[in-house]
């Protein structure tokens, strides 16, 4: 069983800057997985905003196009999201999650098996 941990959360004004990562307890065992960030607020329900499949292709979330960058260090089973003026809106609990299916949808909820904790993000002035 995967479990990953987030981290990186915190509280900024907006305009400023954040940096995510997440990592599992243990290294994968498979070979190929793809990553996913997502975001949750009790108003609204777990939508994607960041993901990098295995060949390193990305897709954003619309609203965030510009002001974040996903990456990934394979080696280290690791990814990260970097989040540059930050919005208001862009307040969350932010999650990290991971798939090893060879065939699905980036920004699909549905398409991710393992997640982790979440780390709670929040912009405010």
Request: glycine share 8%; net charge neutral.
């Amino acid at each position: 069983q995967v479990q990953l941990v987030e981290s990186g959360g915190g509280s900024v004004q907006p305009g400023g800057s954040l940096k995510l990562s997440c990592a599992p307890v243990s290294e994968f065992t498979d070979d190929s997985y793809s990553w996913g960030w997502f975001r949750q607020t009790p108003e609204k329900k777990r939508e994607a905003v960041a993901t990098i499949g295995t060949a390193g292709n990305t897709d954003y979330a619309d609203s965030v196009k510009g002001r974040f960058t996903i990456s990934a260090d394979n080696a280290k089973n690791t990814v990260y999201l970097q989040m540059n003026n930050l919005k208001p809106e862009d307040t969350a609990m932010y999650y990290c999650a991971a798939t090893f299916r060879m065939t699905y949808s980036p920004l699909a909820v549905k398409s991710y098996d393992y997640w982790g904790q979440g780390t709670q993000v929040t912009v405010s002035s």
